[in-house]
């Protein structure tokens, strides 16, 4: 059964706010990779290369293996853009043991676009049969979007819904202020949060688990 998806319940999720949406399948390896960039550059229009001199509409597995293998740097990193019919999705492979891709909410402004997005995810589900999971940026653990193709699952977080979690999982959330307002944007809250963004750009790359998620 096809679920009924409403926009208007959904919108809330890609609200501009300066923060981009992160698209996120956990707990892979390369052969999982492998086989979502066989599927991608047979079924997306697609640029592979170094920002603005891309120069592949094919991605290169072979150099995506490089990257991870090289410790000192010494390679150029190359990065895909996917359009979505509009909807510029990215990713720059970070890790072999996570898939990683970002959207910016602006693009994604009808029930359209949301199905577009959507229908991405359940197709990268369907190819590696996991979960697909859309999160707030740099928000791994916290899905507002669940996509599982092989429990049929189709799972779109009202707000309402993110502020039960977050209340449950006795967590501070960043939509928490982003949407509801519910922390007073005065001196000292304001710069331990420019802190904490700062703190979290330095930090190396981890994989986030998906038993970690926090639903």
């Known amino acids: 059964m096809k679920t009924e998806r409403n926009w208007n319940k959904a919108k809330w999720i890609f609200e501009s706010d300066g923060a981009l949406r992160d698209i996120y399948v956990k707990d892979v390896n390369e052969s999982d990779w492998k086989k ?3 599927y991608l550059n047979s079924e997306y229009t697609l640029e592979f290369g170094i920002d603005k001199e891309r ?9 995506i293996q490089k990257m991870w293998n090289d ?29 990683e891709f970002d959207i910016k909410p602006s693009e ?5 676009e949301l199905n577009r997005i959507l229908e991405f ?21 916290f899905p507002l979007i669940k996509v599982d193709s092989q429990n049929g699952t189709e799972i779109v977080l009202t707000k309402k819904e993110m502020i039960r979690i977050s209340k449950r999982a006795g ?13 007073s944007p005065n001196k000292i809250i ?6 904490k963004a700062m703190e979290s750009a330095c ?4 994989p986030v688990e998906k038993e970690k998620n926090v639903w």
């Open 190 to 195: 304001m710069e331990e949060l420019e802190y």
């Open 121 to 141: 995810m359940t197709s990268i589900s369907k190819v590696l049969k996991k979960q697909v999971t859309l999160t707030g940026e740099n928000q791994a653990e």
């Open 71 to 99: 410790e000192n740097g010494e390679l150029e990193t190359k990065s895909l853009t996917i359009d979505l019919n509009g909807i510029l999705i990215k990713s720059y492979f970070f890790s072999p043991e996570q898939i």
């Open 55 to 63: 120069n592949s509409n094919k991605i290169d597995f072979d150099f």
């Open 203 to 206: 930090k190396p790359f981890e």
């Open 171 to 183: 967590i501070y959330n960043g939509w928490i202020s982003r949407i509801k307002n519910l922390i």
């Open 108 to 112: 994604i402004k009808s029930l359209s």
């Open 36 to 38: 979502l960039i066989d």
